[in-house]
């Protein structure tokens, strides 16, 4: 398997939903991100997990909340968020294989949320 | 921190003819710059990436140019055909801790007219 698959592909929830989105890797790869992107504006990143563990919180609002629970999974969980937080949310991996040294980062499809 | 600006923000050419887009940096620690394709509703695709140590590289009709002196690094495409029509992301990162952090350029929508 050489693909991150996210689940689902659309959401659509309202201001005091919970809801989590899924990132799942098959790659072996230990680095897991989190990517925000608007319409015509480039991947801002959200969060980096390596080796399972949080390495990188972007100042993101607390209503956002990460979480992997092993080196294949990544989830992003949501709560109470704002009409302006609606947004293609892409999940990307890393091999890691290298120690310092920057890699490729493959992209999911994203999951496109809709806050209402 | 990283800034990357990246040149044209659309750019529209005919088919077959050649495309260039062209990005600057502002740390020159930075060592890896990856180029990313986004068709509309998919996902960015890494098309070509090159690394400090290496002045180009080319794939089929794809290539990369980086020139370290100047912080800057150009995407050239040769013989352009529709399919090619997307956005283009440069990025810039380096190497060294925990420092993952991909900095985009802006993007640039290419057009390619049948």
């Known amino acids: 398997d050489t693909e991150v698959t996210q689940t689902p592909k659309h959401l659509v929830m309202g201001m005091t939903n919970k809801k989590s989105l899924k990132c799942e890797q098959h790659?072996?790869?230990?680095?897991m991100y989190w990517y925000k992107q608007k319409a015509k504006k480039p991947p801002e990143l959200m969060f980096v997990?390596?080796?399972?563990?949080?390495?990188i919180n972007e100042s993101v609002p607390s209503r956002f909340s990460p979480e992997c629970p092993n080196s294949s999974l990544l989830n992003l969980h949501l709560h109470a968020l704002q009409p302006e937080d609606s947004a293609l949310y892409l999940c990307?991996?890393?091999?890691?294989?290298?120690?310092?040294?920057?890699?490729?980062?493959?992209f999911g499809p994203g999951t496109r949320l809709l806050v209402l | 921190g990283e800034n990357v600006e990246q040149h044209p923000s659309t750019l529209s050419v005919q088919e077959g003819d050649s495309a260039v887009i062209k990005c600057t940096y502002s740390?020159?620690?930075?060592?890896?710059f990856p180029w990313y394709k986004q068709e509309l509703g998919k996902r960015p695709q890494l098309i070509i990436d090159?690394?400090?140590?290496?002045g180009e590289k080319k794939d089929q009709r794809i290539a990369v140019t980086l020139n370290k002196t100047a912080k800057h690094f150009s995407l050239h495409i040769t013989e352009t055909q529709p399919e090619d029509s997307a956005v283009y992301f440069c990025?810039?990162?380096?190497?060294?801790?925990?420092?993952?952090?991909?900095?985009f350029g802006k993007g640039t929508l290419l057009t390619v007219n049948p």
């Open positions: 990307a991996s890393s091999p890691l294989a290298l120690a310092g040294a920057q890699e490729t980062q493959y």
């Open positions: 790659m072996g790869h230990r680095a």
């Open positions: 997990y390596s080796y399972e563990k949080l390495s």
């Open positions: 740390d020159s620690a930075s060592n890896y």
């Open positions: 090159i690394r400090s140590n290496v």
């Open positions: 990025a810039a990162s380096k190497s060294g801790g925990s420092n993952y952090k991909l900095t």
